[in-house]
């Protein structure tokens, strides 16, 4: 089966940088726009940023200017390098993918979620 794996969640104190990667494995036509959410505890999933298989990539106004998302197509990954990181992008960062199991049908996945705090 399709599934999503983050990696790269970690503490840091803030200014400090982080890169989260995903990866996508299982059986598989092609990943269509691959995208990161992050949650607090209390609150809503939130969408942080988003790139499209072309590379039109779409921000939260919270990290612009701070964070970049990034793919490689033919590695099924994305990246969000995230850098002068605030106490406030503490939150479980999940991996959101839609994905073409075959040439007709496409699906929405999840990863696992990693954690990122940023603390002093």
């Known amino acids: 089966q399709v599934q999503l794996v983050e990696s790269g969640g970690d503490f840091v104190q803030p200014g400090g940088s982080l890169r989260l990667a995903c990866v996508a494995s299982?059986?598989?036509?092609?990943?269509?726009?691959m995208a990161w959410y992050r949650q607090v505890p209390g609150k809503q999933r939130e969408l942080v940023a988003s790139l499209t298989r072309a590379g039109t990539p779409t921000y939260a106004d919270s990290v612009k200017g701070r964070f970049t998302i990034s793919r490689d197509n033919s590695l099924y990954t994305s990246t969000l390098q995230m850098r002068s990181l605030e106490p406030d992008d503490t939150a479980v960062y999940y991996c959101n993918a839609d994905i073409w199991l075959t040439r007709s049908t496409v699906e929405n996945y999840w990863g696992q979620g990693t954690q990122v705090t940023v603390s002093s």
């Open positions: 299982g059986r598989f036509f092609m990943t269509s726009t």
